[in-house]
Structures are given as structure tokens and as C-alpha cells.
């Protein structure tokens, strides 16, 4: 088995770690274990990943921003106040067209023109602001 990196919390006499892994051939999971003050395992869950984010995603308070040098950030309500990720915008769209991605699209054309005409938008609009701003 293979284990992620998790987090521990000791509730009185009890502590209870919670992990990713992963078992040979097998989807990854998330394991929850109970120990007593001995370090011995009293109860151990294996819950299905699908599962749990489900559960978790759900209820996460998940924000998405666009900066204006043109990077999008994901970042999420977490004590530990770290970022899920960013990705620059051109780096985004350049990953959204690749073949992969359009193979088991039927629509892949008329989806790509939609594309190109929101960013043909977001870029008149940012010309816009960029006139206003070289004049003033």
C-alpha cells in the first residue's frame, strides 16, 4: 500500500489519522484509521476517493480569479490558507484543445468557435481598458 501525505488528531485517548493511498491495481482511496495510546490499530476505513470528494468538493467554499496578468488561481477556505493552483490563461486553453480533449466530442467545432468568440470578446475588452488607460 502506498500512503500520501495526511493529517493526524488526537481526540482524548484515541487518535485518528486520515491519508491518501492506494492499493496495487487499484483506484485511490482515502484511509481513516482509529489507535489507541499504545499505537495499536483499532478500526481502519478505506473510503472510496469518489466518495469523498464528492462529499467534500461539495461543501467547499472553492473560489476562481482571474488576475490581470492573465493567470487563473483556484483557492479554497482552508485553515492553512494555501492555494489549490493556478494555471496561466494561455496554458488553460492551449490544454482544453488538445486532441485528447476533442476526440470524444461530437461538438468539438461548434464548441471552438464559442471559444474563440469569448475570447475574442475578453480581448476587445481588454483593449478597451488599455486605451483608456494610455490616455489618461
Known sequence: ???GAGSE???GRLRLTFSAGAEAGAAVCYIAAIWDLNGTEMLTMRLPRELVDQVVLSHADI???LTLSGDVYADADLPDHRGLGHVAIDR?????IEPPMLQDEPNAGALLREL????TAAVDAVEAVLSTIDKG
Do not use: G
Not at 474563440?116 to 475570447?119: A, D, P, Y
Open 1 to 3: 500500500m502506498t500512503e
Open 9 to 11: 488528531q488526537s481526540q
Open 63 to 65: 473560489a476562481v480569479e
Open 92 to 96: 488553460l486553453v492551449v490544454r482544453a
Open 116 to 119: 474563440k468568440q469569448k475570447l
